[in-house]
């Protein structure tokens, strides 16, 4: 076993011993079975009237092409429960800051390279974990709902495309997530600083007068790579929404590893 | 071997550590010594890397701490302040140490039997005593069979049988041909356990050698140590 894998097992120990790891990612998941219940027997009235040229209306005197618009409702779950997997990434994260553990981290795994390095995989590989239950629980939902009509489409290639992009979102915005926090030494200001962009994309100031602007932040990149452009109002195209989120995630985890490498470890 | 040279650190433009420089050997227990404020965990932090050193070298057998191989292998240490999240149970704290230099799994729990926590390690930190938290961090410190140890305030939170315990085992360690670099505040038992000491104060070097030189011409090492440090305690 080389160094670095050693040190990504250590880091994945740190993860999975945490018990404000398993409390949040049990929440969220909760959290997810709560939100996919709700609107779980509208669908189903939905697909029930699907027409015979294969039309849905989901939403009243708005009929839409039905397997585009049941991967669309698919696409916008996983894409808002993703918005809750920063703050996993902050616990993982924040953990060593907590009693200076960063102390031990740094004696155990001296270079600065290999410790952030270790810790982004080891975040990335649990994150990818919980959006796969994510996209998982959301599929068994919509599967409740299209079983009668045409199940195959949850396993489509369209399908598995778009929890591909779920995971990849979820994936990279935790990644910024863990290494924000990691710059700012704080659970609660790295859940701040990586959510408080995506309040500006909800709000749709900048989407309405600086699209350009707009498609450079965390969620409007995330929803430009999940989200079908026929049908909702998007920035950008998938690649550029994709490009967007690799940059966040590179920019902020050499910003951590300068940080860690120019900073004592306290 | 231990040697710092000329090591310096200054914080927010004030010197905390000026100009130290000493050897810890092989086969002895070197008490470092200072009051409060006076740059000994300052000094233990840069030779192991955690704070950068404003000039200065602080080498561990000739190569700088974060350029070591698995260094929790070479080096063991406790350090005051730097401690496991409370909700962790200790021996995940040790598993994941010992993971991170590729040590044996079953050295977990022979580091817990060694200081009296086997029993106990399946339990969250956070209820651990001041002393089994002490003994917990010296658990790590040995995980990987160092040859070279850098204790800071080993014996803080330790009831008699522990400190009795820590005197011992330290002497046998560096009876092995190992090294120890011990810092305390309390002499009497720096006096029971240390060969050689090293004394600073504001940062600088007051005096160092071995116990018998430091206390010639004074009744005890803690008389040597308010004469020659001028501190007050």
């Known amino acids: 076993m080389n160094a670095m894998t050693a040190a990504v097992r250590a880091e994945l120990t740190k993860i999975i011993t945490l018990p404000g790891v398993w409390i949040v990612t049990g929440v969220i998941l909760a959290l997810d079975v709560l939100v996919q219940l709700q609107p779980a027997e509208l669908f189903a009235d939905a697909v029930a009237k699907i027409t015979p040229d ?34 996993l990434a902050a616990v993982i994260a924040g953990q060593e800051f907590r009693s200076r553990q960063l102390g031990l981290t740094v004696l155990a795994m001296p270079r600065t390279v290999r410790m952030v390095t270790s810790k982004l995989l ?133 910003a951590a590893a300068v940080t860690l490498s120019r900073r004592d470890a306290r | 071997m231990i040697e710092v040279s000329a090591l310096t650190k200054h914080y927010r433009g004030k010197k905390a550590v000026d100009e130290v420089t000493f050897t810890a050997r092989p086969g002895r227990v070197t008490g470092f010594l200072g009051p409060n404020g006076a740059g000994k965990s300052s000094t233990l932090r840069i030779l192991l890397g955690l704070d950068a050193a404003t000039s200065g070298r602080a080498l561990i057998n000739g190569k700088r701490y974060r350029d070591l191989t698995d260094p929790l292998r070479s080096v063991g240490a406790l350090l005051d302040g730097a401690g496991p999240v409370p909700e962790r149970r200790a021996v995940d704290h040790l598993s994941w140490m010992a993971r991170s230099n ?46 070279i140890l850098v204790l800071d305030e080993p014996v803080n939170g330790l009831d ?54 430091v206390t010639a011409g004074h009744a005890s090492l803690e008389a040597a140590f308010f004469a020659l440090a001028g501190a007050r305690w």
């Not at chain 1, 708005?62 to 996983?78: D, H, K, N, R, V």
């Not at chain 1, 959006?131 to 599929?139: D, E, G, Q, R, S």
């Not at chain 2, 039997?113 to 339990?123: F, I, P, S, Y």
Request: a neutral charge; glycine letters at 10%.
């Open chain 1, 122 to 254: 080891a975040t990335a590989l649990c994150v990818l974990v919980v959006a796969v239950l994510i996209a998982a629980v959301n599929t068994a939902f919509m599967y409740g709902a299209v079983r009668n009509w045409n199940p195959g489409l949850l396993v489509s290639g369209e399908a598995f495309a778009g929890h591909g992009r779920f995971i990849s979102f979820a994936v990279l915005y935790c990644l910024a997530t863990c290494a924000v926090t990691t710059v700012a030494r704080s659970t609660l200001t790295g859940v701040i600083v990586t959510l408080a962009p995506a309040a500006v994309t909800m709000s749709q100031v900048l989407a309405r007068t600086v699209p350009d602007l707009d498609a450079l932040l965390p969620l409007s990149a995330a929803r430009n790579l999940m989200l079908d452009p026929g049908v909702n109002d998007l920035t950008a195209g998938r690649v550029h929404g994709l490009l967007v989120l690799v940059g966040w995630a590179a920019v902020t985890a050499v």
């Open chain 2, 160 to 213: 008699p049988d522990g400190i009795r315990w820590v005197r011992t085992f330290l002497g046998d360690y560096a009876a092995g041909g190992r090294t120890v670099l011990l810092s305390s505040h309390l002499m009497t038992e720096t006096a029971d356990t240390a060969h050689d000491v090293v004394i600073i104060n504001h940062g600088r070097v007051v005096t160092q050698g071995s116990l018998a030189e």
């Open chain 2, 102 to 147: 590729r040590i044996p799994r079953q050295r977990v729990r022979e580091v817990l039997e060694l200081v009296g926590l086997a029993d106990a390690a399946k339990q969250r930190v956070k209820t651990y005593s001041l002393g089994m938290r002490q003994r917990l961090g010296i658990a790590a410190a040995l995980l990987g069979e160092p040859e």
């Open chain 1, 54 to 87: 294969g039309n849905i209306e989901v939403f009243v005197g708005q009929p839409q092409p039905a397997s585009e618009a049941i991967l669309g409702l698919l696409a916008g779950g996983t894409l808002q429960m993703g918005l809750f997997l920063p703050v």
